[in-house]
């Protein structure tokens, strides 16, 4: 195949929304026949085809996708007779294998070879741990035979596998097993077929020796699922909780939105070596190990959290996502923004709803903020890309949630939930748009429909098409002789790459109007029947400034505004530490009363921020050490929303407050943050301490929100009383290390020790790794522990861990432990003035580009917002991302992102 090793040079091409047209060729059903080895497996596949009537195609050429393949041979068969086609009949370069003047309906049969053992880009067909998989989306499956590969080709799969008995006595493909045999050689079969239609992306292969753990679960309708969950033998104790959250995540979409299953069985298997958390393939998902194996002894809190969001997640993909599906790549946030929304909403019946928010908008604010305000900003939507595996963004996915939250606010649950009623089965078995979705959801408030409303959102899809945060501005104004209160809203959104002029959004704004006590003022605002007698509502805020009165206001109140997040905005307006404290102390709403006090911290620790730089010497305020008091000291509020309340803004949150012309300067930062830290837990100590001890547990672990809370206190009470550099709390968390009956204390304690000098750390890493070693999701957690340190050598120490016989390339979740967790999450560290930390990225970017470019696409983020730091800083980021440009064969994932970033 000589025509297929000649490279190019050019650069990698741009994708854009605008050039989509509809397949030329469609494929009604795929027959695949795989016959694994580790090293050669062969893939056969029998493709019936025809061409699609819509299609304006002048041309009878079929394109079909392949990457990495070995064509062995293609026979077409049509009406008159089969040909074999020999190299005179197509055309074929590093991407695309192409037919000429093709018939308007034939079959094709195509034989192709490929490598899993070599496959380290862990996309396509791969071995890990002795075991094959699959990763088919977004452009997987054109590593394993050529197809259009293209979400909205959508066929019915019949899969037959055959592989050594011995070694893979399980052979796993999507839908229904229909029929499996023995063969020579102590080779076996089996066949799956699955009934629905589905694009490629879609399809998954598990092939391996596995324990099974099965579990049943009867729908709503009276149909029997079986349930099976596959993983290593050694594995077999860990998954009682993924079968829980399983069938609590099949009732809720049955509650939630009328959604029920749709197949006999429904499989989930654990796989180590995984670029992403979980896959939806229909009816078999797919999940990295860690986000579904889970004890008390090797899991945390966060872990169990996470699982259960995940499970959620990748089973709700089978409406939306499966069942309805994506015209093309660039409608990604139609299924998972949607998705991410609903097990966003799940987590939240199954736990606790303030929680979730809260954790929900630290994500958006730490990292969707920043992405959206530098150099890789894209519309939830997005107009083009290099590489869509580059586009499964903080912004696609938790921007896209927040997008459809707004609609859910907008409309209300009962015409939101109509809307999704329309959506499901409108486009049951089609591959649509945002336009679809949206227009759906209008049609839930279409008034012929029952209900008052009938919402237009076409100034709404502006939140689709434009990237950048939109900054609110506010004043008001009281009027104590009409006894009436105005709100001035204003806003704006910064030029993005690409975008320089913004349209207005429509932005919904959650308010209520508090008294003097704290308590809501029942509204009546003028003009609007909606909001009369409530306690709060939604302003619609569509233009660019807006003005809303309230009217029978006794006093001048306080407004509790954006309640629950409701759109994600920036609200530039700030406000007195007085009004802060109030509201941190009384507002009714959850959500606003943790962030007026997130927003008094941030607005303390900037100013000392400052005073630090110009070398004053610091003091904390009393009235924040008084406020933080009566939080911490509340025993009426639940223990979690406590442990938030009482956690300080992120540093990278702190940094993202800096505008371009006033760096962030990441020392002085470090350094504040801490300060803060220390003085809290300097007055406070003994309530610390008391708070600790009050929060301990007795008895098994349990994952409920009561218990979680409870190790979430108290883990933050002992984290601030480290600060104290003071040995009985060395000595205090060290006793929690040794005597903790699971994962959240001991990896709590471990953590903390890590991240002071005394006299346990050594030993207890050391306990820690003998009694681990054999358990790869728990030694990650070493590695990640280790990386995260705030002491003095942590990139020394990272770079010794490189060598550690544990520590592998090859395994993206020991490379996100190692040199994730050191580059995205040790910003002290990271952004040393000395460069170092920027040259250690770099080198293993390029090492990685050559093994896994999504991992390698993922950690070079690293430096996107570069243009944030000091000069000296930005050059020395800026010459690591030119030496990497400057490398030849680039992957295009990570061609793209370092172009654009320095761009
Ligand atoms: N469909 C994705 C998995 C995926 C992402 C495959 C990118 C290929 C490329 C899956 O549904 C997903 O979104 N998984 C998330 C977890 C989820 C809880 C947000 C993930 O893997 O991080
Ligand atoms: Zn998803």
Redesign the pocket.
């Given at each position: 195949m000589d025509s297929l090793t000649s490279e190019s040079i050019s650069e990698p091409n741009t994708i854009f929304l605008k050039n989509y047209t509809v397949p030329a060729y469609r494929v009604d059903t795929v027959i695949l026949d795989f016959d694994l080895r580790e090293t050669k497996t062969i893939v056969r596949s029998e493709l019936k085809i025809h061409r699609n009537p819509e299609s304006h195609a002048s041309h009878h050429n079929l394109e079909l996708n392949g990457q990495n393949l070995i064509l062995l041979s293609i026979e077409l068969i049509l009406a008159t007779g089969s040909q074999w086609l020999t190299e005179n009949d197509y055309v074929i370069d590093d991407e695309t294998l192409t037919i000429a003047n093709v018939p308007n309906e034939f079959v094709i049969k195509i034989t192709t070879e490929i490598n899993p053992k070599e496959n380290l880009a862990l996309?396509g067909l791969y071995l890990s741990s002795n075991m094959f998989c699959t990763?088919?989306?977004?452009q997987?499956f054109r590593r394993i035979t050529y197809f259009p590969d293209r979400p909205d080709v959508m066929s019915l799969f019949t899969v037959t596998i055959h592989a050594n008995q011995d070694q893979f006595p399980i052979l796993l493909s999507n839908g229904n097993k229909i029929d499996s045999g023995v063969e020579s050689d102590n080779r076996h079969w089996v066949t799956w077929q699955d009934p629905f239609p589905k694009p490629c992306?879609l399809f998954a292969l598990v092939a391996g020796d596995l324990y099974c753990k099965q579990d049943k679960f009867m729908t709503a309708s009276g149909q029997t699922v079986d349930l099976y969950l596959y993983v290593e033998h050694e594995n077999n104790h860990k998954c009682d909780h993924a079968i829980v959250c399983l069938k609590q995540a099949m009732k809720w979409d049955e509650d939630t939105f009328g959604r029920e299953y749709d197949l006999d069985n429904f499989m989930i298997v654990a796989v180590n070596d995984?670029?992403?958390?979980?896959?939806?393939n229909k009816g078999l998902n797919i999940f990295?190990s860690s986000?579904v194996l889970a004890s008390p002894e090797t899991s945390t809190d966060a872990d169990y959290y996470?699982i259960q969001?995940?499970i959620?997640?990748?089973y709700f993909?089978n409406w939306s996502?499966n069942r309805v599906t994506c015209r093309d790549w660039f409608q990604l946030s139609l299924?998972?923004g949607f998705?991410?929304f609903r097990?966003q909403q799940f987590s939240s019946d199954m736990n606790s709803a303030a929680v979730q928010r809260i954790d929900d908008v630290n994500i958006l604010r730490n990292a969707q903020f920043s992405q959206d305000a530098g150099p890789m900003a894209h519309p939830v939507r997005p107009q083009e890309y290099i590489e869509?595996?580059n586009f499964?963004t903080v912004t696609v996915?938790n921007k896209g949630a927040e997008v459809v939250r707004m609609i859910h606010t907008l409309l209300g649950e009962s015409n939101f939930r109509k809307g999704s009623d329309i959506y499901f089965e409108r486009h049951d078995g089609q591959a649509v748009t945002v336009e679809d979705f949206v227009a759906a959801m209008e049609s839930g408030s279409d008034s012929t429909n029952g209900s008052k409303i009938n919402f237009d959102l076409k100034q709404f899809m502006n939140w689709y098409h434009q990237a950048g945060t939109p900054n609110i501005e506010f004043k008001e104004h009281y009027d104590a002789k009409k006894n009436s209160y105005s709100l001035t809203l204003q806003q704006s959104c910064a030029a993005t790459p690409g975008q320089k002029i913004k349209n207005e959004f429509h932005i919904p704004i959650r308010v209520a109007l508090l008294n003097l006590q704290g308590k809501t003022i029942s509204l009546d605002l003028d003009g609007e029947d909606n909001c009369t007698n409530v306690d709060e509502c939604i302003l619609e805020l569509k233009a660019k400034e807006q003005v809303f009165t309230f009217n029978n206001v006794q006093s001048k109140p306080m407004v509790s505004l954006l309640r629950g997040f409701s759109a994600p905005v920036k609200i530039l307006t700030s406000r007195s530490r007085l009004e802060l404290a109030f509201l941190f102390a009384n507002d009714s709403d959850d959500f606003n009363r943790w962030n007026a006090g997130q927003e008094l911290a941030l607005d303390i620790i900037l100013s000392l921020v400052k005073q630090h730089k110009a070398g004053a010497k610091l003091q904390l305020d009393d009235d924040y050490i008084a406020a933080f008091k009566k939080t911490l000291c509340n025993d009426y509020l639940d223990n979690a929303l406590k442990a938030q309340a009482l956690s300080l803004p992120s540093e990278s949150y702190i940094a993202d407050q800096y505008q371009a012309g006033d760096y962030a300067d990441t020392d002085a930062i470090h350094h504040v943050r801490i300060f803060v830290r220390q003085q809290l837990a300097k007055h406070l100590e003994s309530d610390l301490l008391r708070v600790y001890q009050l929060s301990t547990l007795i008895g098994d672990y349990q994952f409920n929100a009561k218990d979680m809370g409870l190790r979430s206190i108290r883990n933050c009470c002992l984290a601030y009383l480290m600060e104290l550099n003071n040995n009985n709390y060395y000595q205090l968390c060290a006793d929690q290390f040794k005597q903790s009956n699971n994962m959240t204390d001991v990896m709590a304690a471990l953590e903390l020790l890590t991240n002071y000098e005394n006299a346990y750390q050594a030993d207890c890493l050391q306990t820690f790794y003998e009694q681990w070693q054999n358990d790869a999701l728990v030694i990650d957690k070493w590695f990640a522990i280790q990386a995260m340190s705030r002491l003095p050598g942590t990139l020394d120490k990272v770079k010794t861990l490189l060598n550690h016989p544990a520590f592998t390339i090859k395994n993206p979740n020991r490379v996100r432990a190692l040199i994730g967790r050191f580059c995205l999450g040790n910003i002290a560290h990271f952004h040393n003035e000395d460069g170092s930390g920027y040259q250690f990225l770099a080198d293993q970017v390029l090492l990685l580009d050559k093994l896994n470019p999504?991992i390698a696409a993922r950690l070079i983020q690293g430096f996107s917002q570069w243009r944030n730091y000091n000069e000296n800083r930005q050059e020395l980021m800026k010459n690591n991302l030119n030496r990497i440009i400057s490398v030849d064969n680039l992957s295009k994932d990570v061609f793209e992102i370092v172009s654009k970033t320095l761009a």
């Open positions: 996309e990763q088919c989306e977004a997987g992306y995984f670029n992403m958390g979980a896959m939806e990295n986000c996470r969001g995940i959620g997640h990748e993909h996502g299924k998972e998705t991410v097990d869509i595996s499964y996915y999504q």
